[in-house]
T-cell receptor, first 112, second 116 residues
């Protein structure tokens, strides 16, 4: 099973709202990732968790707050977002000898 | 630093024909992995194929094959017998190592359209 799940699929929020994106994998992978992707562009890395610890933060604004409650779950807490934060947010996990990344279906976020 | 270059912003192919999507890479790391992903309009990034830097054989997965030319630092994806469902964005990526985490570097992508 190479499934990564993400909820919700779509999210519309105002600039004063607080919301969370959720990601789950049951492949026993040690690393989990958050990406932001604009249309027709490659995904941009935001955060990497390795063994449940934040290992990489690609200078992401503090209005994005990641959390890794356990080895299977990854959350992204959103607060006071800007319209330019509207994008597809992808979660991924990787493991095994090849460290292949498997992606979830993504959350399409619209900030009004 | 790692770099992936995809020089074809868009490609068109007739259904049932083969198509090659280009990818060149640059790294100073002797051990690396190369990946291809497909992203349909639905948004999900789908893993297609992997090639390790020490693999002697070119990788194949069904209709997908990877033409790996290490000396030229190229890792082109070949899709045989194209189908309408192959229309999507295709990203080439390379695995790098940073502080114990493997961080893929993505190319800019190639948009493939398959015509009936």
């Amino acid at each position: 099973d190479t499934e990564v799940t993400q909820t919700p699929k779509h999210l519309v929020m105002g600039m004063t709202n607080k919301k969370s994106l959720k990601c789950e994998q049951h492949m026993g992978h040690r690393a989990m990732y958050w990406y932001k992707q604009k249309a027709k562009k490659p995904p941009e890395l935001m955060f990497v968790y390795s063994y449940e610890k934040l290992s990489i933060n690609e200078s992401v604004p503090s209005r994005f707050s990641p959390e890794c409650p356990n080895s299977s779950l990854l959350n992204l807490h959103l607060h006071a977002l800007q319209p330019e934060d509207s994008a597809l947010y992808l979660c991924a996990s990787s493991g095994g000898a090849k460290e292949t990344q498997y992606f979830g279906p993504g959350t399409r976020l619209l900030v009004l | 630093a790692q770099k992936i270059t995809q020089t074809q912003p868009g490609m068109f192919v007739q259904e049932k024909e083969a198509v090659t999507l280009d990818c060149t890479y640059d790294t100073s790391d002797p051990s690396y992995g190369l990946f291809w992903y497909k992203q349909p309009s639905s948004g999900e990034m789908i893993f297609l194929i992997y090639q390790g830097s020490y693999d002697q054989q070119n990788a194949t997965e069904g209709r997908y094959s990877l033409n790996f030319q290490k000396a030229r630092k190229s890792a082109n994806l070949v899709i045989s017998a194209s189908q309408l469902g192959d229309s999507a964005m295709y990203f080439c990526a390379m695995r790098a190592s940073s502080g114990g985490s493997y961080i893929p570097t993505f190319g800019r992508g190639t948009s493939l359209i398959v015509h009936p």
